[in-house]
Nanobody, 123 residues
Framework: QVQLAESGGGLVQPGGSLRLSCAASGSIFRIDSMAWYRQAPGKERALVADIRSGGNTNYVDSVKGRFTISRDNAKNTAFLQMNSLKPEDTAVYYC?????????????????WGQGTQVTVSS
């Protein structure tokens, strides 16, 4: 099993900043991508940003120029730096990781989710 532990959410005023962290642990053979999703009340979970092992990144249009995803491959950790936060960024943010996990035989694909961390942007 591969577990993800998130931290860094909270309450912030509009225009403020937060930094989310996601640490992966367990039977990790290789992590190919890490991503952040968010789910606002009454809406479906949606991709915010992702980063591949080579460093390529992808962002949803609404956060481009404000959010930055990064990754420490040696520590199996991903970060989401969120600047210029807006009330519409309010949501539960979930970390996601995909890759291969170790088994007694051949490495096996995995997809893991974190438990979610609340981000609230309000004055």
């Amino acid at each position: 099993q591969v577990q993800l532990a998130e931290s860094g959410g909270g309450l912030v005023q509009p225009g403020g900043s937060l930094r989310l962290s996601c640490a992966a642990s367990g039977s990790i053979f290789r992590i190919d991508s890490m991503a952040w999703y968010r789910q606002a009340p009454g809406k479906e979970r949606a991709l915010v940003a992702d980063i591949r092992s080579g460093g390529n990144t992808n962002y949803v249009d609404s956060v481009k120029g404000r959010f930055t995803i990064s990754r420490d491959n040696a520590k199996n950790t991903a970060f989401l730096q969120m600047n210029s936060l807006k009330p519409e960024d309010t949501a539960v943010y979930y970390c996601n990781a995909r890759g291969l996990r170790t088994t007694r035989s051949y490495p096996d694909p995995f997809t893991s989710w974190g438990q979610g961390t609340q981000v609230t942007v309000s004055s």
